[in-house]
T-cell receptor, first 115, second 113 residues
Framework: DAMVIQNPRYQVTQFGKPVTLSCSQT?????MYWYQQKSSQAPKLLFH???????NEADTPDNFQSRRPNTSFCFLDIRSPGLGDAAMYLC??????????????FGAGTRLSVL | QKEVEQDPGPLSVPEGAIVSLNCTYS??????FMWYRQYSRKGPELLMY????GNKEDGRFTAQVDKSSKYISLFIRDSQPSDSATYLC?????????????FGGGTRLMVKP
C-alpha cells in the first residue's frame, strides 16, 4: 500500500504556465519534503514543512512555492516553469526532525516536462 | 568538491556476482548513513541504515561504514536482475539543522541474466 502518493505521475506544461504538483501521505508524519531530481543527479532539497512551519533552502528559486493545508497534503507550485525546471519532483515524509535517524519515505515522483 | 561522492557507473555484473557500491564523504560530522534503491522512474526506497562505524547485514545486503576513512559501502550478494536500479547513498549529521539528508549522485547497477 502506497504511503506517500504523488499526483500526477507525469505532468506536461508549457513554458511559463503555472503548475501544481500534489503529495499526500497516510503515515501521519510531521515532516514533508520536496526534492528536485534531474537525470543521473542526487535529489536536491527544495524545502520542507515541519508541521505548519515552512523551511526554504537558501538556493531554492522564488519560482517554487509550497503549501501544506493539513498534515496529509502538501503541494508544490511552480509559478512560471522554465525549460530548466523539467525534472522529477519527489515528495518525502519523516516522522520527526532532529531524531537520531532521519528515515525519509519517498513517493513515486512526478516527472515534469516543460514545452 | 561535493560533500558526498559516488561513482555514477553504470556498473554491469552477471547474475550471481557480488556487487560492491561505495560512497566517500568529506563532512566528519556525518553519523547516520543510509542506502536507498531507486528503480527507473520511481521514488527512492530505503534499503538500509547504519549508525557510526561498523557493519549491518540484512539478507543479501551488507552495509559497511568506515568513519576513519570517510567511506561507506553496500555489498549485494548473489545479485539478481531485479537488483538492477540506481543506488543512492545518503547521510546526516547528528544535530544538523533539521537533520537533513545529503545524497550522493547514485550508482546505476545492471545485473545481467
Amino acid at each position: 500500500d502506497a504511503m506517500v502518493i504523488q499526483n500526477p505521475r507525469y505532468q506536461v506544461t508549457q513554458f511559463g504556465k503555472p503548475v501544481t504538483l500534489s503529495c499526500s501521505q497516510t503515515l501521519n508524519h510531521n515532516v514533508m519534503y520536496w526534492y528536485q531530481q534531474k537525470s543521473s543527479q542526487a535529489p536536491k532539497l527544495l524545502f520542507h514543512y515541519y508541521d505548519k512551519d515552512f523551511n526554504n533552502e537558501a538556493d531554492t528559486p522564488d519560482n517554487f512555492q509550497s503549501r501544506r493545508p493539513n498534515t496529509s497534503f502538501c503541494f508544490l507550485d511552480i509559478r512560471s516553469p522554465g525549460l530548466g525546471d523539467a525534472a522529477m519532483y519527489l515528495c518525502a515524509t519523516s516522522r520527526e526532525i532532529g531524531l537520531a535517524k532521519n528515515i525519509q519515505y519517498f513517493g513515486a515522483g512526478t516527472r515534469l516536462s516543460v514545452l | 568538491q561535493k560533500e558526498v561522492e559516488q561513482d555514477p557507473g553504470p556498473l554491469s555484473v552477471p547474475e550471481g556476482a557480488i556487487v560492491s557500491l561505495n560512497c566517500t564523504y568529506s563532512n566528519s560530522a556525518f553519523q547516520y548513513f543510509m542506502w536507498y534503491r531507486q528503480y527507473s522512474r520511481k521514488g527512492p526506497e530505503l534499503l538500509m541504515y547504519t549508525y557510526s562505524s561498523g557493519n549491518k547485514e540484512d539478507g543479501r545486503f551488507t552495509a559497511q561504514v568506515d568513519k576513519s576513512s570517510k567511506y561507506i559501502s553496500l555489498f549485494i550478494r548473489d545479485s539478481q536482475p531485479s537488483d538492477s536500479a540506481t543506488y543512492l547513498c545518503a547521510m546526516s549529521a547528528l544535530y544538523n539543522a533539521g537533520n537533513m539528508l545529503t545524497f550522493g549522485g547514485g550508482t546505476r547497477l545492471m545485473v545481467k541474466p
